[in-house]
């Protein structure tokens, strides 16, 4: 039976599979401010950690493309805000569902305490909200099924009349390839050479021999070797391409069976929407305010406010050939009303996006920016931040400055008192007797601040 080419169309998924270059940085320090908003160091090791036990390899600088991946997100994050999307009660009650369980599964920890816990549940809120934001783009910007079909043309033609069944074997060396060519050419048994020494480890042990397969899903060099070959014929010399020379041998060839266009719509259409929707983030990402905390050089510094333009465009308008005569401008949903006007900024944001910071803060910030690695930079933040009842962003900083010093009395003291201002009492006490073991008179003062009836 033959394949189906295009029922195996690549659906992207939007959380953390969109990659864009990394900005020019020798820098590999974690922690970053995307438009005004922290990511912290522990979501970014999260991240890393996660990689490194699936076995994947990041490179030589293996945090530039974590880092980027986290960036596009956290703006994709801030876009579904903008959109009132955070408020949508079916997104809501997916975050909160994963968050409880994300909680369930580290036995009831306290996230507020625990920087890996709370980077999962950060991690899980900005993936649920992309993927809402992406859904809200996809039923705002439908796709006429003229468009499809043009695509699904274009799709056959790139795919070609023929699929091909090779069979190949991968050296590093040309020399090696050479050789090979020439043992085979006195009768040498291809399978078993390539079993031998192909270091193309998915299809070694069966010989060489790969998938049916149309020339597209091979390196272009691969694919003009393959077609010009007949049947049974190899290739005279070493075909090279970025994973190293290959001896290719054509083992058949057939007409290509594509599907009718009504079976595989759907799927180019998601397709379409992916990249139709990649094209905006991509815009979102090159003007985004991004600083990376231990790189003083950088034209952006954490103290440059975030500003939004005169007239931001929304998700909802971006497709104008595919919407109707009249641009959208606001994000809806079946039986609601509108979430949000387009040009009003974040809600979380809205200090960074519509007043400038105080004198305070963008002194602490760019004392954090000079030194990112300093506990005591983090905690000179934290306090401003505490100073000006901002106590989510206070409690940031004090435990990024007690995860650089655990016996930091000052940032234990105010991480207490953020916890306090929120009413989260349990975390005030626990504050105080991690304090009392190695500051007791510190602990005191505390203790008749936070805990006295």
């Not at 050939?321 to 009003?344: A, F, H, I, M, W």
Request: contains cysteine; aromatic residues 8%.
């Amino acid at each position: 039976m033959h394949r189906n080419i295009l029922l195996h169309i690549p659906i992207l998924i939007v959380c953390l599979t969109f990659y864009f270059p990394a900005v020019a940085d020798q820098s590999t320090t974690k922690a970053l401010i995307v438009n005004g908003v922290l990511i912290p160091s522990a979501r970014i090791d999260l991240i890393m950690e996660t990689l490194a036990n699936k076995g994947q390899s990041q490179g030589q600088e293996p945090d530039r493309g974590v880092r980027e991946n986290l960036i596009v997100l956290e703006l994709i994050s801030q876009h579904a805000i903008r959109e009132g999307l955070d408020k949508n009660p079916q997104t809501k009650n997916q975050i909160d569902s994963v968050t409880q369980k994300i909680i369930s599964h580290a036995n009831g920890a306290n996230p507020n305490s625990n920087p890996r816990l709370r980077a999962q549940i950060d991690l899980a809120r900005e993936q649920i909200l992309a993927h809402a934001l992406q859904f809200a783009y996809a039923k705002a910007n439908p796709i006429k099924d003229d468009v499809l079909y043009a695509d699904y043309k274009r799709m056959k033609s790139e795919l070609g009349n023929n699929e091909y069944l090779v069979q190949h074997i991968l050296v590093a060396k040309e020399d090696d390839a050479r050789a090979i060519i020439a043992d085979l050419k006195k009768g040498g048994d291809f399978e078993k050479i390539a079993k031998e020494k192909s270091i193309d480890t998915g299809s070694r042990d069966k010989g060489g021999k790969l998938d049916w397969a149309t020339p597209v899903s091979y390196d272009k060099a691969f694919s003009d070797a393959m077609v010009n070959l007949k049947k049974g014929e190899t290739t005279d010399n070493p075909v090279k391409s970025p994973f190293g020379y290959h001896v290719i041998r054509l083992i058949d060839i057939r007409p290509l069976e594509a599907p009718p266009f009504e079976q595989v719509k759907d799927r180019i259409r998601k397709a379409r929407e992916q990249e139709d929707f990649g094209q905006i983030v991509k815009k979102w990402r090159s003007s985004a305010n991004v600083q990376i905390l231990n790189d003083p050089n950088s034209t952006l510094t954490p103290s440059t406010p975030f500003v939004a333009k005169a007239k931001p465009e929304s998700v909802t308008s971006q497709n104008k050939t595919q919407t109707t005569d009249t641009e959208r401008s606001v994000l809806t949903t079946p039986g609601s009303q509108k979430l949000v006007e387009t040009n009003k900024p974040t809600p979380d944001l809205a200090t960074t996006v519509t007043h400038s910071k105080s004198s305070a803060l963008s002194a602490a910030e760019e004392k954090l920016a000079e030194n990112p690695d300093k506990a005591g930079s983090w905690q000179k933040l934290g306090a401003v931040y505490l100073e000006e009842k901002n106590y989510f962003k206070a409690i940031t900083a004090f435990d990024e400055a007690i995860k650089r010093n655990q016996k930091y009395g000052d940032a234990i003291y105010g991480l207490g008192a953020a916890y306090n201002a929120i009413g989260n009492k349990d975390k005030v006490r626990e504050l105080y007797f991690t304090l009392k073991k190695f500051d007791a008179p510190l602990a005191a003062n505390y203790f008749k601040e936070f805990l006295l009836p």
